[in-house]
């Protein structure tokens, strides 16, 4: 069912057609009509006791009376339009056949919309001599005023009068179209409601009219993008009643954070390493895909994930460590909580901080809080922070194919938070270190019809993308993920 306004916007938008095909038939019977006989034209300094805006010598109209001498915007060459085209014979406003100029349609003698020293009217007039736009006097007026001379310029299709509300109409109508197009169709409106009850959504009245337009346009551009050659596709998830804008504001870095920063110290070795790999099934080293919520919290999802597995890999035993206490207690590292930080900081900060404590003795609240750290209950400790040089991929493959999963950064931008499956890739982001706003954990790499990618996982969730996991284009620093590569060495 429609919502009430739309039916009301609707009925609005055929009556303002209606309107307008008055206005054009009107406009085609006047085009019909013979012209009427030439009048002779007023003398200059004629005095109108009732011209169109007001009397000879007073008026309170928005252009400002005074003395009117000669047709001011009285009649002579007056065609369809209160201010229609005008002869001005001085200055003015440009060009001797100045065409769509907004003033009127007359022959003027000598003084131009007002006299030719004086106005207190809205546009406010004062004595210009010779140039229309820019004057000997100045003036503060919106359209600069001056006494006009000597030049006759030919003004046309002035915009007051019948084609003026002609195009309010047209824009009016302009204005309402967008509303009608995008109305969704019964079917669309219950699917966007299934969506709503199976990611546990509702709105107020005010609210779901527009969390339904965002739907529908997600899921037309998804739609789009699926129907057209890419090496990835995408769907319909949690975030898909949301703009870009707002994802990116509750779910990205907020502060930036330039991992330019990092001091590589990765040695590259001669030893073979194998040309693909998958920590999830060489053994119970990967922890299941968590879920960072509303919070720019991804930094610490990717450094817990890679120092459970580091753990894991060194010593057999796999725990579930707390991202909570890197939020709380890692500002002194640079890093800003819900806002964001960096994987490489975080591991300096559980290295100095002797110690990370387990998830279930400091649960994950998805917001800032203050330190609730104990020593006693730390269980994972970390001898060594490897940061791999800036933009050396190779160095990434080399260090997850021989030692353990690497935490990384890169640019996510609209498409990547509908991403569904296949090998994502974007030509348009960005590849340098200042704009990386998403930290990760690769877990693996491999080719796929020639395509070689990361295998990489996410903190969205398991109903996002492959079981929240991604794979992304590798050899190319896609979207930053070069840039900022690190991974601890676990005490144990």
């Known amino acids: ?61 928005p252009f400002g009376c005074a003395r009117l001498r000669s047709v001011l915007f009285g009649s002579v060459r ?57 004057s000997a006097r100045s003036c503060s007026a919106p359209f600069v005023c001056a006494r006009l001379r000597s030049v006759p310029v030919r003004l046309r299709s002035a915009p007051f009068g019948w084609a ?15 509303a009608a197009a995008w109305a969704p169709s019964a079917e669309e409106e219950l699917q966007f409601k299934a969506w709503m009850l199976q990611n546990g959504r509702s709105y107020g009245p005010s609210e779901y009219p527009r969390r339904l337009r965002i739907f529908l346009g997600n899921k037309r551009r998804i739609e789009e993008h699926n129907a057209g050659n890419h090496s990835f596709q995408m769907a319909l998830n949690q975030f898909s009643d949301l703009t870009f804008p707002e994802f990116k504001k509750l779910y990205l870095w907020r502060e930036p954070q330039n991992c330019s920063a990092t001091k590589g110290n990765f040695l590259r070795s001669s030893g073979p390493y194998p040309d693909s790999i998958d920590w999830r099934k060489k053994g119970n080293y990967v922890t299941p895909v968590k879920n960072q919520g509303a919070c720019g919290s991804c930094w610490t999802f990717s450094t817990t994930g890679c120092l459970e597995s580091a753990i894991a890999i060194t010593s057999g035993k796999l725990f579930s460590l707390a991202e909570q206490q890197l939020i709380d207690c890692a500002q002194a590292f640079n890093n800003h909580g819900c806002s964001g930080g960096l994987p490489s900081q975080a591991f300096e900060y559980i290295l100095y901080n002797k110690g990370l404590m387990g998830e ?46 690497v935490s990384f950064a890169f640019e996510v931008t609209g498409d990547f938070m509908h991403y569904r499956k ?18 990760v954990l690769a877990v693996g790499y491999g080719e796929e019809n020639g395509r070689p990618y990361w295998i990489v996982k996410n903190s969205w ?32």
């Open 1 to 61: 069912m429609f919502p009430d306004y739309l039916l009301l916007i609707n009925l609005f938008y055929l009556r303002v057609n209606r309107a307008l095909r008055g206005f054009l038939w009107a406009g085609a019977a006047a085009a019909t009509q013979p012209p009427p006989p030439p009048r002779s034209p007023a003398r200059a300094g004629t005095r109108l006791p009732s011209a169109a805006l007001g009397s000879a010598r007073s008026c309170s109209a």
């Open 78 to 134: 007056l065609r369809s339009a209160p201010f229609g085209p005008v002869r001005l014979r001085s200055a003015g406003l440009g060009s001797d056949r100045l065409d769509w100029a907004p003033f009127g349609s007359a022959r003027l003698h000598s003084s131009a919309l007002g006299s030719p020293r004086s106005c207190s009217a809205q546009f406010g007039w004062t004595g210009l001599r010779s140039a229309g736009l820019g």
């Open 164 to 178: 003026m509300r002609w195009s309010a109409l047209v824009a009016v109508a302009a204005l309402l179209a967008p």
């Open 360 to 405: 279930d003795a400091y649960p994950y609240r998805a917001k800032n809080g203050t330190c609730k750290f104990q020593l006693e209950k730390a269980i994972a400790f970390v001898k060594d922070v490897i940061n791999i040089t800036q933009y050396d991929e190779d160095g990434m493959v080399e260090a997850v194919g021989k030692y353990n999963p």
């Open 422 to 439: 296949g090998v994502y890739s974007n030509p348009r982001c960005e590849h340098t270190p200042d704009k990386v706003n998403h930290a």
């Open 461 to 492: 969730g398991p109903m996002w993308g492959m079981d929240g996991y991604f794979l992304i284009e590798r050899g190319k620093n896609m979207c930053g993920l070069a840039a900022c590569a690190s991974y601890p060495i676990p005490q144990v």
